[in-house]
C-alpha cells in the first residue's frame, strides 16, 4: 500500500458509485462495510460514499426505509467533513426517500436547504437531476403549491447543518 493516492476504501466507493445505476447488485457488493485491516486507519469520508451507493440501490429496490436511514448518516458525515458535493447528493437523496416514506414537508425542506447551499447557476448535477425530478413529483402530488414554497423557505432557512441537528 502506497502513502499517497485514494485508499482501498475509497476506490471501492468509486466502483460502487459508478454502478449504482447500471449494476444495482454488482455496486451493493463493492458497497459492503469493511473493517479497517490492522496498521489502517478507517476511512471515515469514503465509509458515507459507501452508505450513500449502498442507499441509492436500496432507494431504487424499495428498501425505503433502510435507504433513508444510510443516506441520512452520510449526509451528517459530509456536513461535518465539509464535503459539499456529498451533502447535496445526500440531501437530494434524502428528500426523495423522505417523500417516498410519507414525509413530503421534510422531503421540500431538504429541497430549500439544499438549494440554499447550491452555488454558482443553481443548476443540479446531472447525477442528482433525476432524483429531484421523482422527488419534485411526488412533493407536486402530496402539497399544495403554498406549501412547498412554504417548506422550501424553512428549509433554505435551516440549512442542511439546522435540518439534520
Same mark, same amino acid.
Given at each position: 500500500?502506497?502513502?499517497?493516492?485514494?485508499? *482501498?476504501?475509497?476506490?471501492?466507493?468509486?466502483?460502487?458509485?459508478?454502478?449504482?445505476?447500471?449494476? *444495482?447488485?454488482?455496486?451493493?457488493?463493492?458497497?459492503? *462495510?469493511?473493517?479497517?485491516?490492522?496498521?489502517?486507519?478507517?476511512?471515515?469520508?469514503?465509509?458515507?460514499?459507501?452508505?450513500?451507493?449502498?442507499?441509492?440501490?436500496?432507494?431504487?429496490?424499495?428498501?425505503?426505509?433502510?435507504?433513508?436511514? @444510510?443516506?441520512?448518516?452520510? @449526509?451528517?458525515?459530509?456536513?461535518?467533513?465539509?464535503?459539499?458535493?456529498?451533502?447535496?447528493?445526500?440531501?437530494?437523496?434524502?428528500?426523495?426517500?423522505?417523500?417516498?416514506?410519507?414525509?413530503?414537508?421534510?422531503?421540500?425542506?431538504?429541497?430549500?436547504?439544499?438549494?440554499?447551499?447550491?452555488?454558482?447557476?443553481?443548476? @443540479?448535477?446531472?447525477?442528482?437531476? *433525476?432524483?429531484?425530478?421523482?422527488?419534485?413529483?411526488?412533493?407536486?402530488?402530496?402539497?399544495?403549491?403554498?406549501?412547498?414554497?412554504?417548506?422550501?423557505?424553512?428549509?433554505?432557512?435551516?440549512?442542511?447543518?439546522?435540518?439534520?441537528?
Amino acid at each position: 500500500m502506497t502513502d499517497f493516492g485514494p485508499g *482501498p476504501a475509497l476506490c471501492r466507493a468509486a466502483l460502487a458509485l459508478a454502478l449504482a445505476r447500471t449494476d *444495482p447488485e454488482a455496486a451493493l457488493e463493492a458497497a459492503q *462495510p469493511e473493517a479497517p485491516g490492522p496498521g489502517r486507519a478507517r476511512d471515515e469520508w469514503a465509509d458515507a460514499w459507501l452508505r450513500y451507493a449502498r442507499a441509492e440501490v436500496l432507494r431504487w429496490e424499495g428498501d425505503v426505509s433502510t435507504a433513508r436511514t @444510510l443516506v441520512a448518516s452520510a @449526509l451528517r458525515t459530509h456536513l461535518a467533513y465539509g464535503s459539499v458535493v456529498g451533502a447535496l447528493c445526500a440531501a437530494e437523496l434524502l428528500a426523495d426517500a423522505a417523500a417516498l416514506s410519507g414525509d413530503p414537508v421534510l422531503a421540500a425542506r431538504l429541497h430549500g436547504a439544499a438549494d440554499a447551499s447550491r452555488s454558482g447557476t443553481g443548476t @443540479l448535477d446531472p447525477y442528482v437531476e *433525476p432524483v429531484r425530478r421523482r422527488c419534485e413529483a411526488a412533493l407536486a402530488a402530496g402539497l399544495t403549491a403554498e406549501r412547498r414554497a412554504q417548506a422550501y423557505a424553512e428549509g433554505a432557512s435551516a440549512g442542511l447543518r439546522g435540518l439534520m441537528s
